[in-house]
């Protein structure tokens, strides 16, 4: 019993760690004020900027540049990582801090699917790598026995240090 706290302890603090990054996104943009002018120097127009957003189907447009596809591949993270942060609390909310493994499987699943639709249409690149190797090792913990104790080794750790830095380089915020 002890174990299985312990892990569920450990897995949910992992993935509350996922809750700063979307967060800091929030804080750094409410700080940041935009200017008209600046919207106005701009020398391109709108119609003229490529897509860079992920479609209903989590594809990246095939004309977006390779850093707008880090953004997007960044931003993509964060948001299955929120996804999985709120699954998992609503689940250990309702179970008493349990966390079954049939529940954490489902739940590192819809992680890996979400990762995997954003990388699946990105250029090659060390963010893309990177969120490759994180949605490896949630594939991997989904797959175990116990999820939950799989989901806290230090690889999966460490993948998300990666992801974390990869996205820095790029110039966007998360934390892993």
Do not use: H, W, Y
Request: proline share 5%; net charge negative.
């Amino acid at each position: 019993m002890r174990t299985r706290v312990t892990s569920a302890v450990l897995f949910t603090a992992a993935v509350l760690s996922l809750a700063a990054c979307s967060d800091d996104d929030k804080t750094e943009a409410a700080g940041t004020p935009t200017t008209a002018a600046s919207a106005a120097s701009a020398p391109a127009t709108a119609a003229s900027q490529p897509d860079t957003s992920v479609s209903e189907a989590g594809s990246i447009p095939g004309s977006a540049a390779n850093g707008a596809a880090d953004k997007v591949v960044c931003e993509a993270g964060n948001k299955a990582g929120e996804a999985m942060k709120n699954a998992m609390l609503t689940i250990m909310k309702a179970n008493n801090g349990d966390i079954k493994p049939a529940d954490a499987k489902a739940i590192l699943d819809d992680f890996t699917k979400s990762l995997n639709q954003a990388v699946d249409q990105a250029p090659e690149s060390p963010v893309s790598t990177a969120a490759q190797k994180i949605a490896d090792e949630a594939a991997k913990a989904a797959s175990a026995a116990d999820p939950v104790e799989a989901a806290a080794a230090p690889s999966f750790e460490k993948a998300g240090t990666e992801f974390t830095a990869a996205c820095k380089t790029a110039g966007v915020s998360v934390n892993f």
